[in-house]
């Protein structure tokens, strides 16, 4: 067996999109990863960045768990050696990169927020496919492009298009119903932890056993 860290960096981008942490530089095969596929149901995870102080969004990234996993990241900052990115499409997310992905944006200043709907293969196949096939979008388009994916789906016409990924959180959870799950890392709110509310540990830099 052998550890390998994994160095899961950000990159600076335009304000709107991408809150990022600092630039970590650590060792790390540059050989992309394949795909992975997850044993879950599929399923389209919402990923909103808000600040902590006004709650303010930052980012808004899409994983689909599909025949594959990937996160769909328009205009996003996450960069790795082992994650190949097709236009916006982040490929190969398995449990650790979606844990340095969530850990990259959790900070003293911002969190992470999650809402996680079960759909139809048909409807994860589809939003796979529309992932694919987007391109890679421009600055502070990470909101618009996410959610006119979105909006083509079954069941997710009534979704707003929305600038916003505030907005497009709110929307998502009138459309689906999806609860949401709060992720903090080196920051707890006020009076403490609301119920919906995780407090994590930095997983940046992750230690992993990979076989030899």
């Known amino acids: 067996m052998k550890r390998l860290l994994l160095a899961l960096a950000a990159v600076a981008t335009l304000a709107g999109c991408g809150a990022r942490n600092a630039d970590y530089v650590q060792p790390a095969p540059d050989v ?3 795909s992975y596929v997850h044993s879950g149901p599929p399923s389209l995870t919402l990923i909103t960045i808000r600040t902590n102080d006004s709650g ?3 980012h808004t990234a ?3 768990n599909a025949e594959e996993r990937v996160i769909f990241d328009p ?3 996450f960069r790795h050696a082992q994650i190949r990115r097709e236009g916006d499409v982040l490929v190969g997310i398995s449990p ?4 340095g992905f969530r850990s990259m944006h959790a900070r003293a200043t911002h969190r992470v927020e999650t ?3 079960v759909v139809s293969p048909e409807v ?3 939003a796979l496919a529309l992932a694919y096939r987007s391109g890679a979008a421009p600055a502070a388009h990470c909101a618009r492009n996410t959610s006119a994916l979105l909006k083509q789906l079954p069941g997710f016409e009534g979704l707003r298009t929305s600038w916003f990924p505030t907005q497009l959180e709110e929307s998502f959870a009138e459309v689906t119903g999806a609860p949401t799950v709060i992720y903090y890392e080196d920051y707890t709110p006020p009076g403490g932890l609301p119920p919906n509310g995780v407090l994590g ?3 940046t830099t992750v230690p992993r056993a990979e076989e030899a």
Do not use: H, N, P
């Not at 650790?96 to 844990?99: L, N």
């Open 62 to 64: 899409l994983m689909i």
């Open 56 to 58: 303010k969004g930052s």
């Open 96 to 99: 650790i990169f979606w844990e």
């Open 32 to 34: 992309a990863r394949g």
């Open 75 to 77: 205009a996003g900052s």
């Open 201 to 203: 540990v930095d997983r």
């Open 124 to 126: 994860a196949s589809q």
């Open 115 to 117: 809402q996680t709907v």
